[in-house]
């Protein structure tokens, strides 16, 4: 079975500072992983996702994820946030190719940009 | 293109009695997810239905929690005596195919409260 650990459950930044917030899973198969954005009392917008391929993906927003194999992690980054980025972040992990479509989430990290 | 419509948006319901929450997904899209989101708490997968079928609920209660998507009309997620553990964020997602690395793209979530 997949797990998601997401490290930080609150993070506060100030305006155009950067960003990082962590994301660690397990799993004994391959997976697909994502990033999604949680504004209050809304639905998920994905940011981004990795399937295969170029370990840095870039997403919406400014957005962008590093999928790390050896150290099972997939940190999100930006390099200046705006108010408008306070929201909660999930990180989720699905099972890859051929396998369930479930997401399984960590349990979110809530970003508070302040001025 | 409308995107996964959910209603009721907010559900009051005293302990004992039914919950119907319904979840229209994107037009063309044929797989529907139910997700629980408690507070504080990640959101954790509960059912993938497709139209007629049930694919899996290895997250739904044993008890008391049912889902539907027929042929016709809105996908279904049905909570019998309703108790005040039940109160929570209900996400439905769509997405329009079993294909690995799809994007499931999420409803503005039903909040039930369980009085």
């Known amino acids: 079975a997949q797990s998601v650990t997401q490290l930080d459950s609150q993070v506060p930044v100030f305006e155009e500072a950067p960003v990082e917030l962590r994301c660690n899973y397990s799993s004994s198969v391959s997976v697909y992983l994502f990033w999604y954005v949680q504004y209050p009392n809304q639905g998920l917008q994905l940011l981004l996702k990795y399937l295969s391929g170029s370990t840095l993906v870039k997403g919406i927003n400014g957005f962008e994820a590093e999928f790390n194999k050896s150290q099972t992690s997939f940190h999100l980054r930006k390099p200046s946030v705006h108010i408008s980025d306070t929201a909660e972040y999930f990180c989720?992990?699905?099972?890859?190719?051929?396998?369930?479509?479930?997401?399984?989430f960590g349990k979110g990290t809530k970003l508070t940009v302040n001025p | 293109n409308a995107g996964v419509m959910q209603n009721p948006r907010h559900l009051v319901r005293r302990r004992g009695q039914e919950a119907r929450l319904r979840c229209s997904p994107m037009?063309?899209?044929?797989?529907v997810y139910w997700y629980r989101q408690l507070p504080e708490e990640g959101l954790k997968f509960m059912v993938y239905?497709?139209?007629?079928?049930?694919?899996?609920e290895s997250g739904m209660p044993k008890e008391r929690f049912s889902a539907e998507f027929p042929k016709e009309g809105p996908s279904i997620l049905r909570i019998q005596q309703v108790v005040r553990g039940d109160s929570a964020a209900y996400f439905c997602?769509?997405?329009?195919?079993?294909?690995?690395?799809?994007?499931?793209?999420f409803g503005p979530g039903t909040r039930l409260t369980v009085t």
């Open positions: 239905l497709q139209k007629e079928n049930i694919i899996d």
């Open positions: 037009k063309g899209h044929s797989h």
């Open positions: 989720a992990v699905s099972k890859g190719q051929g396998g369930s479509e479930k997401l399984v």
């Open positions: 997602a769509s997405s329009p195919s079993r294909t690995g690395g799809y994007e499931q793209y």
